[in-house]
């Protein structure tokens, strides 16, 4: 197996949530509290924060104007989002919630912080939405009140981040920075919900009252793997390495010339955003004290039609899910997709480590159904391509590893060989696994008889 290509796309950042109250009141016709709704502008290109499982953010918000002293608005405010049948927080005491995102100011929404603080949120009932109990979801405040905007003032910034924590978070209004403890990001599989840390800011006007979006980036990537074939006169099907469900593997090492070492990946780290920019804040990652591993990472094999598989059914009768094969160039070329999604945590850009993959496969001969299965074929993804991003994951950032099936694979077709180990680096410098073929043929020269006989 050979790596064909990587892909590395830069992930869509959320779209967000508009805000519902505010501050300070100014003419009674002109009070409006401050809301959190999704950016309309984003919703073809971009994901709901609550579709990823996200119920909730936290917020600083000041208000500032020329000759005015800038004051404090929402102190690590607990914003959160109820679709109002369980999911998210209890929307009872919200006099701000709407079930759907309404105008711009309308100053209602599904998002919300009312009546949010540890002293307000007494929620016992799972299917109204987080309990009292559930620490991890509950706000550092005891009260949180509506907040309405303050027209003696030009602007409010805000300052935004998910998921909420209630500790190991602070926001420096003097540099504008938001700094999380080295728990922030914490890598995980699939659901993103409470591993991945995103953040967000903006500046709002206060005369327009109009609610605040916000738009989430990234701290942690992503990585996705695919697979095509190229094995002339084979369909090719993708197997478990070891036992059910451990799928493709890959061993986190360095390279050194032809020696591979394996090595620490971080699977946490802290982070300090900086708002200089309010409305385009940058992430520094912090790896001071986090975690981390030599551990394989794991990704369940293609499975079925919904992961890019073809069925086939050999000459021999048997039936096989096979991956796609490659196509001629200029054709649309498809590929099969393992199921796991890994959201990993970014990585120092000085980071050398990357990863040896380990996939077995089934190769099943077209014209007569043989089959021969190859075990732990290799290939490592290196940290860097030059200056180019592969293993050492960056933030907000996706990466698709694209791997072809090709005749030269580096595994074995033994099925005695006691050297295979998945969580072993090393990649054999040549192919391992061997074609049949037929090197010369000669002809016995025809055996000599002598026979007399007279006449």
């Not at 016709?29 to 924060?49: C, D, G, M, Q, Y």
Request: net charge negative.
């Amino acid at each position: 197996m050979k790596k064909l290509a990587f892909l590395t796309v830069t992930a869509v950042a959320l779209a967000s949530c508009s805000s519902d109250d505010l501050v300070d009141r100014s003419a009674a016709e002109n009070e409006a509290p401050i809301a959190f709704s999704v950016e309309k502008k984003n919703i073809t290109r971009a994901t709901n924060l609550e579709a990823l499982g996200h119920y909730n953010f936290g917020v600083w918000a000041y208000k500032y104007g020329a000759s005015l002293t800038t004051q404090k608005v929402m102190d690590n405010y607990l914003v959160g989002y109820s679709d109002g049948a369980g999911n998210g927080y209890d929307k009872t005491n919200a006099t701000t919630w709407a079930s759907t995102i309404g105008s711009e100011t309308d100053h209602t929404s599904p998002w919300f912080y009312e009546y949010l603080g540890t002293t307000e949120y007494l929620n016992e009932v799972a299917a109204k939405g987080y309990t009292k109990d559930q620490a991890a979801y509950m706000s550092a405040n005891a009260n949180q009140y509506l907040r309405y905007w303050d027209l003696k003032y030009t602007n409010t910034n805000f300052y935004a981040y998910t998921p909420y924590r209630a500790a190991g978070v602070s926001f420096d209004e003097s540099n504008k920075k938001i700094t999380v403890a080295n728990t922030a990001q914490v890598a995980g599989y699939n659901d993103p919900s409470l591993q991945e840390f995103m953040y967000a800011g903006a500046q709002a006007t206060n005369a327009e009252l109009k609610d605040v979006k916000l738009n989430f980036k990234h701290l942690g990537a992503q990585v996705n793997l695919r697979f095509y074939e190229d094995v002339r006169g084979y369909k090719v099907q993708i197997i478990d390495v070891t036992d059910a469900k451990s799928g493709i593997q890959a061993t986190p090492a360095t390279k050194s010339s032809n020696t591979y070492t394996k090595a620490d990946y971080y699977t946490s780290c802290g982070a300090t955003i900086d708002f200089t920019t309010v409305g385009t804040p940058t992430a520094t990652v912090n790896h001071t004290g986090a975690t981390t591993t030599q551990d394989n990472l794991k990704f369940l094999i293609p499975a079925g039609t919904t992961d890019g598989l073809t069925e086939y059914t050999s000459k021999l009768s048997t039936k096989y899910n096979v991956i796609p094969e490659a196509v001629a160039t200029g054709n649309t070329q498809n590929y099969a997709k393992s199921s796991t999604v890994y959201y990993p945590v970014a990585q120092p850009e000085n980071s050398e480590v990357g990863f040896t993959f380990h996939v077995s496969y089934k190769l099943i001969a077209e014209d007569n159904g043989e089959e021969i299965t190859v075990h732990n074929a290799r290939v490592y993804v290196p940290a860097k391509n030059g200056s180019e991003f592969i293993a050492a994951w960056q933030p907000n950032t996706k990466y698709t590893y694209t791997f072809k099936i090709t005749k030269d694979s580096k595994g074995t077709t033994d099925p005695d060989d006691t050297t295979i180990d998945i969580t072993n680096p090393d990649v054999p410098a040549t192919p391992t696994v061997y074609p049949i073929v037929f090197d010369g043929a000669t002809v016995e020269d025809y055996t000599a008889k002598n026979s007399s006989s007279d006449f």
